[in-house]
Structure formats: C-alpha cells, structure tokens
C-alpha cells in the first residue's frame, strides 16, 4: 500500500540538536525503520549509547565525529558512516556544526538506544 506522509514531526534534543523525523515510530508508525534529517549546532554532544539497530548516517553539512570501540572517526559533508547493533559510540560535531541524515533498522527508539545512564 503507498502511503504519502505529509510532513515531518520535529523532536527536540537537549543541546539544540533538533531532528525532523520523516519516518519512524513518531511520525508515520513504523518500526521497521526510520529516516530522520538531524541539524546540530557547533560543539553539539550526546551521551554514548549502544544502540541495538543498525544505523547508516549520511553527512551533508560540516562533520560529525563518532568515538567508537576503535578509536574516533570524524565523517565529513559528502561522507557516510554505519555503526552496527550493540557498538558502543558517541556522537558529537565540530566547531561549525553539522546537517546529517540517520537511517536505522528497525527504527530509533529511547529505549533501544541505550544511552549512558552516567553521561
């Protein structure tokens, strides 16, 4: 069945980082994946998270910079990163910020996150 979704249901994020949830277990439902245009501010931060879906993020503005078992990995406009289920890592951006797009399957959720409760 096709379905046409309106618009996008905005979700502030402590810090400033605002995220425009397209499709996911917000704003159509769905819980087998959601897409999700993300804008931070500079010097943005969130606490780590081990997160148990597959996330593919898609750079298009400044950088984002993932610590991660293996060191840090700073991924720039025109760039892309996948982080898999139950790695430990943490986003953050640069001094000028960043636009980037988030891909997970199954969908985000708080609860499958699993953010640092110490953080």
């Not at 999700?36 to 606490?47: D, F, I, L, R």
């Not at 879906?53 to 760039?79: D, K, M, N, P």
């Not at 996948?82 to 980037?100: F, L, M, N, Q, T």
Request: charged fraction near 25%; proline fraction near 8%; hydrophobic fraction near 35%.
């Amino acid at each position: 069945m096709v379905r046409k979704i309106e618009g996008v249901t905005r979700i502030p994020v402590p810090g400033g980082k605002v995220i425009d949830e397209h499709i996911g277990r917000v704003n159509s439902g769905d819980e087998a994946v959601s897409i999700a245009h993300m804008t931070a501010p500079p010097g943005w931060e969130e606490p780590a998270q081990t997160p148990e879906f597959t996330e593919y993020t898609v750079v298009l503005r400044g950088s984002v910079v993932i610590e991660h078992a293996e060191g840090t990995t700073e991924v720039s406009a025109g760039q892309s990163f996948v982080s898999e289920p139950g790695e430990k890592i943490r986003y953050s951006v640069g001094a000028e910020g960043a636009e980037y797009v988030a891909v997970c399957l199954p969908a985000f959720s708080p609860d499958t996150a699993n953010r640092d409760p110490d953080e």
